[in-house]
C-alpha cells in the first residue's frame, strides 16, 4: 500500500509540474526565480553564519548575504545607496537577458541545422555526381556497381532522394552493400543521402540534378510503382530544362506503362521495360543455357563491358575487317553519327569517317587497334555442319504478369509443332480463359493445367526429364497477396501480382523438388529460372552455374551502365529487340578443328564467315566450376585453346 501511495504522489507532482510548464513562459520563469530563491537565500545565510570571518553585525552580515546572493545569481551583489544597487541589479538583469537568449538562439539555430541535416533536408553541392530517385531493393545492386565504376575516380559521389528517413537510408546502404567503397582509396565514393518526395520539383533541387552527369529513377516496389515513376520523371521535366546535359534513365515494370513512362522522360531519357528484358532473356536463356552468364558478365562492372571508340583508322574499310583489328578487344557493331546502332552488321558494310566502332572491353584504355589477322589459322576452319531445327518440348512452371510475354516469344523462335505445357494455379473456367492467350500462336502448341508447382505429387506426373527445357517463374503468394484486378488479356487468376511482385519462396520451394527429379532420373534438368531477390539466388537448391534471371539486379545492372554511358541505351535496345542478332552459344566444333590448338583469332575469323560476331567460349568442363563457370568473354585473340567436342563459342549472330 506504501508504494502505491509513493507512486501516486510521483504521478501528481509530475501533473502539477507539466501544468506549469503548459501554463507558459511567464509564470514558468516567475516560479523559477521564487525556487532559485528559495534555495540560493537560505544557503548564501548558512555559509555568511558559518564564516568566523563574517561581520559580527546583524546588518554586516545580511549586507554580506546580499553580496553572495547577487554573486550565485549572477547580480553583481553591489552595496550602496539603493538607487545605486537598483540600477546595479537592473543592468545585470538586462546583461543576463542579454546573454541567455543568445545562447538560445544560438543553441536552436544549431539544433535546427542538425534536425535539417538528420532529415536530411539540405542541398547536395555537388557536380558530375550521379542522382538516384526513389527506394527499393535496387538500390543496393545500382549503388554498388556505380560504386565500381568510379572506382578509377579520385572524387565521386552519389545522391540518394526518396520519402524515407535519412538515417535509415544511410544505414540500410551501409549494412545492404558488401563494400561500397565510401571510405577510403583515392578513388572513394561518398553516398549522400536526402529524404522527401521525388514527385516535387522543388525538393528534387536538394540533390542537385542539374549538375548532375545522371540521375537514375527506379521503380518503387508495389503494384502503383510505375505510376510513382512517371510522376517523378515529370517533376524532374519540370525541375530539369531542356535540352538537358545529365542521363536520365528510368525502369517501369508493366508494359502498358512503357510508352506512358517515354512520353514523361522526354526525347532525352531512356525508360527500360523490365517485363519485355526479361521475358526475352528467360526466352532466350531456355534456349541457349549458360547465356544468363554471359549477361551477367557484359552487364556488370567487374568484367568486360560495351564500349565505343573512333573509327580512326578503320574508316574507309569494312567491319569484317574491323573483327580482326583488335587483339584484346570484340567488335561487334557500329555507332553511326545519328545515334543508330547496327549490331552484327554485314561485314561487307563501310565504316564511316563519323561512325564509332562498338566493341566489347576489359576498359575503354584496353581498346587499342592490334591487327589479329596473323593468329588465324586456316587449316583448323571447318565448314559447319547443318543444324536442323525440331519440334521441342517446353515446360512452364508458374504464371505471373511475365508470363503471357514469355510464350508470345516463344512462338517467334521454336520450330512448328513446339509444345508448351503451362503448370501454375487455376481452375477450370480460368484454365479456358488462358487458353485465348494461346489462340493466336502460330508455331507454339499451349496446353495449361491447373495444378500447384510446389506440391511434388503435381511435379511427379508431369514426366519433368522429358522435357527439352524448364523455365520457372515465380508466382504471387495468394494467401498473403491480395487479388488484383486482370487485365483483359489475361485470365484471373494469372492476373498482376501485388506487393514486391514474384514469390522466390515458391520458386525455391519448386526448385528443391526439380533437384530430387533430376537425381532421381540420373540426368541434369535444363532448367531457367526467373528470381526477384539475388539473395534468393544463392540459396537456390540448382546445380553450379545453372541459369538465373534475376530480375531486379538485372534491370538494376542496365540502368547503371545506361547512366555510365548513354549510347548504351540504343545497344541495349537493340540487342533485346525481337528482330535483329543476339547472343547464342553454338558448337565450337563447327567454327574450329577439336584436334588442334587454335587461337582465338581463329573463331573470329570462321565465325565472320558466317556472318556473326565471335565474342567468347564457353568450356564444358569447367561449366560447373565458380566463378565463370567455364565462360570466358572477350579473350586476347592471340590465346591458344584446344577445344572439345561439346564447348561453345559465343556469337552475336541472327538466329
Known amino acids: 500500500m506504501a508504494q502505491q501511495h509513493t507512486t501516486s504522489l510521483r504521478l501528481r507532482l509530475r501533473y502539477r509540474f507539466d501544468t506549469l510548464v503548459a501554463g507558459g513562459t511567464a509564470p514558468l520563469i516567475g516560479w523559477l526565480a521564487l525556487g532559485c530563491l528559495a534555495v540560493v537565500v537560505p544557503a548564501s545565510a548558512v555559509l555568511v553564519w558559518a564564516d568566523r570571518a563574517a561581520p559580527a553585525t546583524l546588518p554586516g552580515r545580511l549586507t554580506a548575504v546580499w553580496v553572495t546572493v547577487g554573486q550565485t545569481l549572477k547580480l553583481g551583489g553591489a552595496v550602496g545607496s539603493p538607487l545605486y544597487v537598483l540600477a546595479s541589479v537592473t543592468l545585470a538583469l538586462v546583461a543576463l537577458l542579454f546573454v541567455s537568449t543568445l545562447v538560445g538562439l544560438i543553441t536552436t539555430g544549431i539544433n535546427q541545422r542538425l534536425m535539417s541535416l538528420r532529415r536530411g533536408h539540405s542541398t547536395v553541392l555537388e557536380a558530375g555526381h550521379t542522382v538516384v530517385l526513389g527506394w527499393s531493393d535496387q538500390i543496393f545492386p545500382v549503388v554498388a556497381e556505380l560504386v565500381a565504376a568510379n572506382a578509377n575516380q579520385r572524387r565521386s559521389a552519389i545522391a540518394v532522394l526518396a520519402p524515407k528517413d535519412k538515417v535509415d537510408m544511410e544505414d540500410e546502404i551501409a549494412t545492404g552493400l558488401d563494400d561500397t567503397g565510401t571510405r577510403t582509396g583515392a578513388g572513394a565514393t561518398r553516398i549522400i543521402c536526402r529524404s522527401g518526395p521525388t514527385t516535387d520539383p522543388t525538393v528534387l533541387a536538394r540533390v542537385s540534378p542539374q549538375t548532375a552527369k545522371a540521375v537514375l529513377v527506379l521503380p518503387p516496389d508495389g503494384d502503383r510503382g510505375d505510376a510513382q515513376v512517371v510522376k517523378t520523371l515529370l517533376a524532374l521535366d519540370a525541375a530539369l530544362p531542356r535540352p538537358r546535359d545529365a542521363v536520365v534513365v528510368a525502369a517501369v ?273 535444363p532448367l531457367t529460372t526467373e528470381m526477384s531477390d539475388d539473395a534468393n539466388r544463392l540459396l537456390a537448391p540448382a546445380r553450379a552455374g545453372a541459369d538465373f534471371i534475376v530480375s531486379g539486379r538485372l534491370i538494376s545492372l542496365l540502368m547503371t551502365q545506361i547512366s555510365e554511358s548513354g549510347y548504351l541505351a540504343a545497344v541495349f535496345e537493340e540487342l533485346f529487340r525481337a528482330e535483329g542478332s543476339e547472343f547464342y552459344l553454338r558448337p565450337v566444333a563447327d567454327y574450329v578443328r577439336t584436334d588442334r590448338e587454335v587461337a582465338f583469332a581463329t573463331l573470329v575469323e570462321s565465325a565472320r564467315r558466317r556472318r556473326e560476331c565471335a565474342v567468347g567460349y564457353r568450356l564444358r568442363a569447367e561449366a560447373t566450376t565458380a566463378p565463370s563457370y567455364g565462360v570466358r568473354l572477350n579473350p586476347d585473340k592471340r590465346q591458344r585453346v584446344r577445344f572439345g567436342e561439346h564447348d561453345w563459342v559465343i556469337v552475336l549472330a541472327e538466329s
Do not use: M
Open 253 to 525: 515494370r508493366d508494359t502498358r506503362n512503357h510508352f506512358t513512362a517515354r512520353l514523361a522522360a522526354g526525347p532525352g531519357g531512356h525508360v527500360l521495360c523490365a517485363d519485355e528484358i526479361i521475358a526475352r532473356l528467360l526466352v532466350q536463356t531456355a534456349r541457349q543455357p549458360g547465356l544468363s552468364l554471359v549477361y551477367q558478365d557484359l552487364l556488370d562492372f567487374a568484367g568486360d563491358e560495351f564500349y565505343t571508340v573512333a573509327a580512326a583508322g578503320l574508316a574507309g574499310g569494312t567491319f569484317g575487317e574491323a573483327l580482326l583489328a583488335f587483339t584484346t578487344s570484340s567488335v561487334v557493331g557500329l555507332l553511326h553519327p545519328d545515334g543508330r546502332v547496327a549490331l552484327n552488321p554485314d561485314p561487307g558494310t563501310k565504316i564511316g569517317a563519323g561512325d564509332r566502332i562498338v566493341l566489347v572491353s576489359e576498359d575503354d584504355d584496353t581498346a587499342v587497334p592490334e591487327p589479329a589477322g596473323p593468329w588465324v589459322d586456316e587449316d583448323a576452319i571447318v565448314t559447319a555442319r547443318p543444324r536442323h531445327r525440331f519440334a521441342e518440348r517446353l515446360l512452364l512452371l508458374g504464371w505471373n504478369r511475365r508470363a503471357p510475354l514469355v510464350v508470345e516469344q516463344l512462338d517467334e523462335f521454336v520450330s512448328a509443332g513446339t509444345t508448351l505445357d503451362v503448370v501454375a494455379l487455376g481452375d477450370e473456367a480460368t484454365l479456358r480463359a488462358a487458353a485465348e492467350i494461346a489462340a493466336a500462336r502460330s508455331r507454339l502448341d499451349v496446353a495449361f493445367h491447373s495444378g500447384d508447382i510446389t506440391d511434388p505429387d503435381v511435379l511427379a506426373k508431369l514426366d519433368v526429364p522429358a522435357y527439352d527445357s524448364v523455365i520457372v517463374i515465380g508466382e504471387p503468394d495468394r494467401e498473403s497477396a491480395a487479388p488484383a484486378a486482370p487485365p483483359e488479356a489475361v485470365p484471373p487468376a494469372f492476373a498482376p501480382e501485388s506487393g514486391r511482385g514474384t514469390d522466390d519462396d515458391r520458386t525455391l520451394v519448386t526448385l528443391l523438388h526439380l533437384r530430387a527429379i533430376g537425381e532421381a532420373a540420373g540426368r541434369e534438368i
